[in-house]
Nanobody, 125 residues
Framework: QVQLVESGGGLVQPGGSLKLSCTAS????????MAWFRQGPGKDREFVAA???????LYVDSAKGRFTISRDNGKNTVFLQMNNLNSEDTAVYYC???????????????????WGQGTQVTVSS
């Protein structure tokens, strides 16, 4: 079992930045793919970014050029650096982990085995 705990959310003004962290326990995540999803008010949970065990990254189009996913296996932690935030980024952000997920399934929330409880990000002036 893998337990995931997100942190780093908060209130930020449009154009601002936040860095989210997701720390895992129970297993070493170096062989796991890790991802961030988000769920805005009244919306379905959607894919944001993923990083595979080999470091390959994948982003939703709206995050390209603004968000960066990274991992520190020594700290069993994955990060999401978010820059130039706008109101559309307001959501609860969830961390996910899976050891066997394939490339073509990274965007599919139902394919991920482990989830955190989420951290709220609010972009507002």
């Amino acid at each position: 079992q893998v337990q995931l705990v997100e942190s780093g959310g908060g209130l930020v003004q449009p154009g601002g930045s936040l860095k989210l962290s997701c720390t895992a326990s129970g297993r070493a995540i170096r062989t796991y793919a890790m991802a961030w999803f988000r769920q805005g008010p009244g919306k379905d949970r959607e894919f944001v970014a993923a990083i595979r065990a080999n470091g390959h990254t994948l982003y939703v189009d709206s995050a390209k050029g603004r968000f960066t996913i990274s991992r520190d296996n020594g700290k069993n932690t994955v990060f999401l650096q978010m820059n130039n935030l706008n109101s559309e980024d307001t959501a609860v952000y969830y961390c996910a982990a899976d050891e066997r997920i394939i490339l073509s399934s990274l965007r599919l929330r139902e394919q991920w085995d482990y989830w955190g409880q989420g951290t709220q990000v609010t972009v507002s002036s």
